[in-house]
């Protein structure tokens, strides 16, 4: 990690309590801080912490004993004794993240370290309930085998990232009501939990994203944010504070039903912006100029001869998307926004581009312009922001009450 990295990831401060009765607590506090800011000798450990070194050092036994951390290569070169980061160790703990998309199902096997050990993804036209909790079974047992019996027992949950409304939109998706509408008794979590035996989070896939840009992307070094995540639909979250805000309804930050305009001539309520913004609308273009539609998953999307179709999307996506960032900024006074997708990077820096020219053509007059950033999670982003819920309720300290900021 870089200096740079580190002074920005600074904003972010677990602190921790030199008072007795609170060891799980402090551990935790000692680990979200070597997430947060990477390898951390323990003095520094005990700067960001608050923490003394004498508590900094008997939590990094502990925690080294359990092996959830590790010790990095001395760092030579100054005067005096050359220090020693502490790392999270990768095999400390496991979490398995499942995104039941409307587009394909992934289920990702994840480390202590939030890094990606096995993925395993289908892809259908709309999700059938009656099947689809059988392919999530097949999945999930595989990937405990492939840690065998003992890593098996470092498993520690299972996050389930889906649409609030799965079976909606289901006339723009050309799906039979009868075939959307199934989804309107089934309670997710509980079948998972009952083919797994482990603890089971649900959460909405654009917010599930937004926690695995919070935890492991831009948010460390971004306190407040819109985060836009173009996918099938386009959707989003809200980040106050370095905290996630779902809303009374749990669906805050959903830029996709934002109104674009009054409505239309015949009085009829006005498109929103998952109608001009999502991969859906991209993915028919491609069908009807005769283009593979798979090429939204790889560079193709922007190369010859889908470049020509993607230009036109983007020429009708990026104003609206402007138009959805200069509201929100208005209201929210955003430090910045985070933009991702499931779709190549290649894709994603040429959005970027093409974004900041219809920001530009935005009324900023009595409204600070936020600065708009690539994410860094990409396809797998709601998966891993799932499987980082059972390792959050595992080993982190509340967010809501002990994550403090620095003035």
């Given at each position: 990690?870089?200096?740079a990295?580190?002074?920005?990831?600074?904003?972010?401060?677990?602190?921790?309590?030199?008072?007795?009765g609170?060891?799980?607590f402090?551990?935790?506090?000692?680990?979200?801080?070597?997430?947060?800011?990477?390898?951390?000798?323990?003095?520094?450990?005990?700067?960001?912490?608050?923490?003394?070194?004498?508590?900094?050092?008997?939590?990094?036994?502990?925690?080294?004993a359990?092996?959830?951390?590790?010790k990095?290569?001395?760092?030579?070169?100054?005067?005096?004794?050359?220090?020693?980061?502490?790392?999270?160790?990768?095999?400390?703990?496991?979490?398995?993240?499942?995104?039941i998309?409307?587009?394909?199902?992934?289920?990702?096997?994840?480390?202590?370290?939030?890094?990606?050990?096995?993925?395993?993804?289908l892809?259908?036209?709309?999700?059938?309930?009656?099947?689809?909790?059988?392919?999530?079974?097949?999945?999930?047992?595989?990937?405990?085998?492939?840690?065998?019996?003992?890593?098996?027992?470092?498993?520690?949950g299972?996050?389930?990232?889906?649409?609030?409304?799965?079976?909606?939109?289901?006339?723009?998706?050309g799906?039979?009501?009868?075939?959307?509408?199934?989804?309107?008794?089934?309670?997710?979590r509980?079948?998972?939990?009952?083919?797994t035996k482990?603890?089971?989070?649900?959460?909405?896939?654009?917010?599930?994203?937004c926690?695995?840009?919070?935890?492991?992307g831009?948010?460390?070094?971004?306190?407040?944010?819109?985060?836009?995540?173009?996918d099938t639909?386009?959707?989003?979250?809200?980040?106050?504070?370095?905290?996630?805000?779902?809303?009374?309804?749990?669906?805050a930050?959903?830029v996709?039903?934002?109104?674009?305009?009054?409505?239309?001539?015949?009085?009829?309520?006005?498109?929103?912006?998952?109608?001009?913004?999502?991969?859906?609308?991209?993915e028919?273009?491609?069908?009807?100029?005769?283009?593979?539609?798979?090429?939204?998953?790889?560079?193709?999307?922007?190369?010859s001869?889908?470049?020509?179709?993607?230009?036109?999307?983007?020429?009708?996506?990026?104003?609206?998307?402007?138009?959805?960032?200069?509201?929100?900024?208005?209201?929210?006074?955003?430090?910045?926004v985070v933009?991702?997708?499931?779709?190549?990077?290649?894709?994603?820096?040429?959005?970027?581009?093409?974004?900041?020219?219809?920001?530009?053509?935005?009324?900023?007059?009595?409204?600070?312009?936020?600065?708009?950033?690539?994410?860094?999670?990409?396809?797998?982003?709601?998966?891993?922001?799932?499987?980082?819920?059972?390792?959050?309720?595992?080993?982190?300290?509340?967010?809501?009450?002990?994550?403090?900021?620095?003035?």
């Amino acid at each position: 990690m870089s200096t740079a990295d580190v002074e920005s990831a600074a904003k972010l401060r677990p602190r921790g309590s030199n008072n007795l009765g609170t060891r799980q607590f402090n551990e935790r506090v000692v680990l979200q801080a070597i997430r947060l800011h990477g390898a951390l000798p323990k003095a520094e450990i005990a700067r960001l912490t608050n923490l003394t070194a004498q508590t900094v050092q008997l939590i990094i036994a502990r925690l080294e004993a359990d092996g959830l951390v590790f010790k990095h290569a001395p760092l030579r070169g100054k005067i005096g004794q050359p220090s020693v980061p502490m790392a999270l160790n990768p095999d400390g703990a496991y979490s398995i993240g499942i995104k039941i998309g409307r587009r394909s199902l992934d289920v990702l096997l994840v480390d202590f370290a939030a890094q990606v050990r096995e993925r395993l993804v289908l892809d259908y036209q709309f999700p059938d309930p009656d099947s689809l909790f059988d392919e999530i079974r097949t999945r999930v047992q595989a990937l405990r085998k492939t840690l065998g019996p003992k890593r098996a027992q470092l498993l520690h949950g299972v996050g389930v990232a889906a649409p609030l409304s799965l079976g909606g939109w289901q006339s723009l998706l050309g799906v039979a009501p009868e075939q959307a509408g199934k989804w309107n008794a089934i309670d997710i979590r509980s079948q998972v939990t009952a083919m797994t035996k482990l603890p089971v989070e649900l959460v909405k896939d654009t917010a599930a994203a937004c926690v695995a840009e919070l935890v492991s992307g831009r948010g460390r070094s971004i306190r407040s944010f819109l985060y836009i995540y173009v996918d099938t639909f386009v959707g989003g979250g809200l980040v106050i504070d370095s905290r996630l805000r779902s809303g009374g309804s749990g669906n805050a930050g959903a830029v996709g039903s934002m109104p674009l305009g009054p409505g239309d001539a015949s009085g009829g309520p006005p498109r929103q912006l998952l109608n001009v913004a999502s991969l859906f609308t991209l993915e028919s273009m491609y069908a009807q100029a005769g283009l593979d539609a798979g090429a939204l998953a790889d560079a193709r999307a922007v190369a010859s001869p889908w470049l020509p179709v993607t230009r036109k999307w983007m020429s009708q996506a990026t104003p609206a998307l402007a138009m959805a960032i200069n509201g929100a900024a208005a209201l929210l006074d955003l430090e910045g926004v985070v933009i991702d997708g499931s779709f190549s990077r290649e894709m994603l820096a040429a959005l970027q581009a093409e974004l900041g020219v219809a920001l530009d053509r935005c009324n900023w007059e009595g409204v600070s312009r936020p600065e708009v950033l690539a994410g860094t999670m990409g396809a797998d982003a709601g998966a891993i922001g799932g499987a980082l819920l059972p390792l959050y309720a595992n080993f982190a300290p509340d967010r809501n009450l002990f994550l403090k900021l620095d003035r």
